[in-house]
């Protein structure tokens, strides 16, 4: 079965310090790979997805980056931290080219930005 | 633009007293509408999928529904577990999906 892990689990930062946020997936080849922001109360804000290794789209402009250096492998990125950075970061997956793509989360990581 | 708007925002219910969540949407060509189950603190826990108008699915004591506009989960003697966040997204074209804000349920003994 497919597992997708996130680490760390919660992270105080001071601002303008460095971010690097983790995700993997198990059990599955060729995933689409997903960045969510959650503030707190609210729906997902889908912030970068990816469809294969070093190929990542940004849907909304921010102090943030992602990378994919390997197949099950997202990473979340920021040289220098901002206040409004703060919040619930979930990473997801799906299997790709399939007509009923559902997307799979992680356990999250809480950011909080001092 | 997809808009997907979720109600109540909150609801109480007392342990057995069944209800309905909602979730209207406006999109021009709805490719799947999502419900997940989000407890605090957790990344959200998929639920069902629904594709067309008219289409129903059931796990324990939640059903779900679709029309042309809008999604019901219906709950159905909750019990205190049922508690948690219930979102509902849909996804239009390609692989992104859109989230409502989400209903957060509370169920008391």
């Known amino acids: 079965s497919q597992t997708i892990h996130q680490w760390p689990a919660t992270l105080v930062q001071p601002v303008g310090s460095p971010l690097s946020l983790e995700c993997t997936v198990e059990g599955t080849s060729n995933p689409n790979l997903y960045w969510y922001r959650q503030a707190a109360g609210r729906g997902l804000q889908l912030l970068f997805y990816s469809v294969g290794i070093g190929q990542i789209s940004s849907e909304v402009p921010q102090n943030l980056s992602a990378s994919r250096p390997q197949d099950r492998q997202f990473i979340l990125s920021s040289k220098k931290l901002l206040l409004s950075d703060s919040g619930f970061y979930l990473c997801a997956w799906s299997v790709a080219h399939s007509l009923q793509e559902t997307q799979y989360f992680g356990p999250g990581t809480r950011l909080l930005v001092l | 633009e997809d808009q997907v708007t979720q109600s109540p925002e909150a609801l109480r219910l007392q342990e057995g007293e069944s209800s309905s969540l909602n979730c209207s949407y406006t999109?021009?060509?709805?490719?799947?509408l999502f419900w997940y189950r989000q407890d605090p603190g957790k990344g959200p826990e998929f639920l069902f999928t629904?594709?067309?108008a008219g289409e129903e699915k059931e796990k324990e004591r939640l059903k779900a529904t679709l029309t042309k506009k809008e999604s019901f989960l219906h709950i159905t003697a909750p019990k205190p577990e049922d508690s948690a966040t219930y979102l509902c997204?849909?996804?239009?074209?390609?692989?992104?999906?859109?989230f409502g804000g989400g209903t957060r349920l509370m169920v008391k003994p």
């Open positions: 999109v021009s060509g709805l490719r799947g």
């Open positions: 629904l594709y067309s």
């Open positions: 997204a849909l996804r239009e074209a390609g692989n992104m999906l859109t």
